[in-house]
């Protein structure tokens, strides 16, 4: 019954996003967005506003943390910690009311940083998946928070915890959830959590799998605590592996792939390297300090890649580079360890520091079309486009919702 | 060496210091000496890079060798050393073969406390200048061995307490000593930041190419644990010395920089871990030991010196969390840490303040305290926080530390560094180093 009640109130949020004029909107599963990459298919959304800014739907408070969004139909999902619990919650996209939340213990692990929920949740179907820090591993009833099994993956394994704790969201691939654990993840049954395969006992990176293929296997690649391997999601083979040494250990943005290129690039000062992927292991092509990727990947476009520059303390700018050469071709300063997302071929950024800008995508020059404060805090985490509305959060857990349809 | 207050604090290319007005400067350049030296580093992690960063910096080094437990964090120190300044410096797992290897001329000092006295002596005795990081020893037996090898070796020892020489507490000493402050008759100095129950961290293995074993050193031979490393060992006294070991040095020798008193007669210390709880240390796991609060004050013959730690209750009525106050009968002066000085007159009249000069993101002095060392090796002469400066400030925090061990006063006798009429705290000046390490002779 609850089902279908979810699925009418999905139907009438659709048809109303209609309505508001978008002229393409989009659910947002997962992290990085429907295609992995940063991009979203939506057009038609405000990208110029007025003085006093865009319209902030609503705004609410999940708690301590850097977790992205993830968003079906009338329904966004996120995370943060608070009173030694994380909770996952189900809040309403038109209003920001809370459908469903799930709390468990956790610990707030600040080791210097602010601490809470680093990981974000992924959807599949009508099921929501999350991993905590500590290796909590729930699959929930999307719709009603319902669980349908739960465990402690790290518990069950003993795996090692990497120093942050495991932050790359859940990948589904097939009847498998393929998770940044171990030194070249682990697979676990998505219907039962059973675990599959798994990986040596080492410290696992801080990415998502992000999957590609090479030639006709099927792969997925996995930052480590010393590479980015490549590994069979189906059952953890490796392909390849790039020694890819980061302070700390901190191999944390997903890599960027377009066509047969991959960009591996992590912060505390390493820098970014181009390779070749249709050679086995993968060919460097460049190396290059013009791109330190601390937290929130990049977005490739037409051959440029843009992406934020620097560390959390180093207020950085936002950078496009050539994809080929590594060449910059030009700096926006102060945007910080903030996050963008390319749509209807411009550019959301969230800084670090709040600020949210529209400019139209060009490897020539960052010009801003519209500009507003939306967040104070430490904004860390990339804002998420869905169905005409922008998720932005800081740290501190406080989301602002900004409505950018079209209607009047 | 102090690990962050309110924020984090990781190694990245450091900002440009702001421009000095370091009065000597202008010597050293007529003076300069063309002479490269070969460095090189023991102790490859965060703060230890910070300081070979200012090295390359001064274009006067040539990074030779660098010496870590840790092959992945070597890997990456040599790296980095390499894109900064073209240098390939060679890789050593244990110190000893470093020094026999590459005789450098220059060695820089970085590993947690308990290594400091042995790693310094070996290099003073290969010939190498030695700048090491505060506090000198772990325990009062170790600084005097390091002093007492210094005066006989003779190379230049430099000791990390860079408000030595950072801008604002140059000009704050400046002021002070005028004596627009007035009569002192009495000194707070505090470190407040927040923090909560302590929960244990489990033990695991050493990460792949971690020599566990020798990161132990002469200390007792812990379980594995992340809260120890990178970094949290400053609150497990097995290596470190707590806030009052890694903040307090530093304002306690800005005491001794201002009075020309040279040590305190009595010692009182007493704090415990009220909100951390109890320390865990079992075949699971482990929390931290040092106390996360702690009172401390120091008895000198015309002041009393009140140290104040706390790690929990952040954002308090104090208007600043950090730093040293001299209380005088014309006001009180703030000297702190970002928030630069601040004089509060005691009458109606103007604040004075003036802003920090640092160096970002970790917000030190270091590339000045850098310059001061190389000058006094170039020209043989002290540099601002020799050997005999940063002994005399160490000794401090440890006297406090055994106070608060023991839960009695301790009357010391600063000319013979010796404590008075008490054998059981007399025996905590030195300590039991694990073997094969042997707890080196004052």
């Known amino acids: 019954m609850r089902d279908g009640l979810g699925e009418g109130l999905a139907l009438l949020a659709l048809l109303a996003a209609g309505a508001m004029q978008l002229a393409h909107a989009d659910d947002w599963p997962q992290w990085r967005g429907p295609d992995r990459n940063g991009i979203s298919k939506e057009s038609g959304w405000l990208d110029h506003w007025p003085d006093e800014g865009p319209k902030i739907t609503w705004k609410a408070t999940v708690g301590l943390g850097f977790s992205s969004f993830v968003t079906k139909a009338d329904r966004v999902y996120t995370m943060g910690h608070g009173q030694d619990v994380d909770t996952v919650f189900c809040l309403d996209t038109g209003s920001g009311k809370e459908i469903w939340k799930h709390s468990y213990p956790a610990e707030l692990g600040d080791k210097y940083f602010p601490g809470g929920t680093t990981g974000s949740p992924t959807l599949d179907g009508n099921r929501l998946y999350t991993l905590s820090r500590w290796g909590d591993l729930f699959c929930f009833e999307a719709a009603n928070g319902k669980i349908l099994w739960s465990k402690n993956i790290q518990k069950e394994t003993g795996i090692r915890i990497p120093d942050w704790g495991f932050t790359g969201a859940p990948f589904v691939y097939k009847n498998l959830l393929v998770l940044n654990i171990g030194d070249a993840g682990m697979g676990v049954d998505k219907n039962t959590g059973n675990v599959v395969w798994k990986s040596a006992n080492k410290n696992a990176g801080y990415s998502t799998p992000l999957p590609f293929s090479q030639g006709t296997e099927p792969l997925v690649v996995i930052g480590s605590g010393q590479s980015y391997v490549a590994v069979n999601p189906e059952n953890g083979k490796e392909a390849w592996r790039v020694r890819w040494m980061t302070e700390y250990g901190v191999n944390g943005a997903d890599p960027l792939i377009s066509g047969e290129k991959i960009l591996i690039s992590t912060g505390y000062g390493k820098g970014a390297g181009l390779f070749e992927l249709a050679q086995n292991p993968p060919k460097e092509i460049w190396k290059s300090k013009v791109l330190r990727t601390q937290l929130s990947p990049g977005v490739i476009k037409d051959g440029f890649v843009y992406g934020m520059d620097g560390d959390t303390d180093d207020d950085g700018p936002l950078k496009c580079i050539e994809l080929q050469t590594g060449k910059e071709r030009w700096s926006e300063p102060k945007m910080g360890t903030g996050g963008l997302l390319i749509a209807d071929g411009k550019f959301i950024v969230l800084s670090s520091h709040g600020e949210l800008s529209v400019a139209p995508v060009s490897p020539d020059a960052f010009k801003p079309t519209a500009r507003a404060q939306v967040l104070g805090g430490k904004c860390w985490t990339a804002p998420v486009l869905s169905n005409g509305r922008v998720y932005c959060r800081n740290s501190r857990g406080d989301i602002a919702c900004v409505d950018l349809r079209g209607g009047k | ?442």
């Open chain 2, 1 to 442: 060496m102090e690990r962050n207050i309110n924020r984090r604090k990781f190694l990245r290319t450091t900002a440009v210091a702001a421009a000095s007005t370091f009065a000597a400067a202008p010597f050293v350049r007529a003076e300069e000496s063309n002479h490269t030296y070969r460095t090189a580093l023991i102790g490859s992690g965060w703060w230890g890079k910070n300081i070979l960063k200012e090295a390359m910096g001064s274009k006067r080094c040539k990074i030779v060798a660098l010496a870590d437990v840790d092959s992945n964090v070597l890997e990456i120190a040599a790296d980095q050393v390499n894109d900064l300044n073209g240098d390939s410096p060679k890789k050593y797992g244990d110190f000893r073969e470093l020094l026999a290897k590459e005789r450098p001329e220059i060695v820089i000092i970085a590993t947690p406390d308990h290594w400091h006295a042995l790693i310094t002596i070996q290099a003073l005795k290969a010939g190498a200048h030695v700048f090491v990081e505060k506090p000198t020893g772990h325990s009062v037996n170790e600084s005097r061995a390091m002093l007492k090898t210094a005066r006989e070796a003779g190379p230049v020892v430099q000791v990390g307490l860079h408000r030595r020489i950072g801008p604002h507490h140059v000009s704050a000493m400046k002021f002070l000593k005028s004596g627009q402050v007035g009569d002192v008759g009495m000194v707070r100095l505090f470190a407040y930041s927040g923090g909560g129950k302590e929960k244990p961290t489990p033990n695991e293995d050493a990460p792949d190419g971690m020599n566990w074993e020798m990161w132990c050193g002469p200390s007792p031979l812990r379980p594995f644990n992340k809260k120890l490393h990178p970094g949290g060992w400053r609150n497990f006294l097995d290596y470190g010395n707590g806030t009052l070991g890694d903040w307090g040095v530093h304002w306690l020798d800005q005491v001794l920089w201002w009075t020309e008193e040279k040590y305190p007669r009595r010692v009182f210390c007493s704090g415990g871990r009220s909100v951390r709880g109890e320390p865990v240390n079992d075949s699971r796991g482990q929390t931290s030991d040092a106390p996360d609060h702690q009172v401390a004050t120091y008895e000198f013959e015309n002041f009393t010196c009140v140290w104040e730690h706390r790690q929990f209750a952040e954002n308090g009525p104090e208007k600043h969390s950090i730093g040293a106050c001299f209380y005088g009968t014309n006001g009180t002066l703030h000297i702190g840490w970002r928030d630069g000085w601040t004089f509060y007159p005691t009458h109606r009249g103007q604040t004075i303040h003036e802003d920090s000069q640092l160096q970002e993101p970790d917000g030190h002095n270091l590339k000045l305290l850098w310059t001061d060392f190389l000058k006094a090796i170039d020209r043989r002469e002290p540099p601002v926080s020799g050997i005999e400066i940063g002994h005399r400030a160490s000794v401090l925090p440890l006297l406090g530390m055994i106070s608060w061990r023991t839960g009695r006063s301790i009357e010391w006798n600063g000319a013979k560094e010796e404590i008075v009429n008490d054998p059981e705290a007399a025996k905590l000046l030195s300590a039991n180093f694990r073997a094969p390490w042997v707890y080196p002779a004052a």
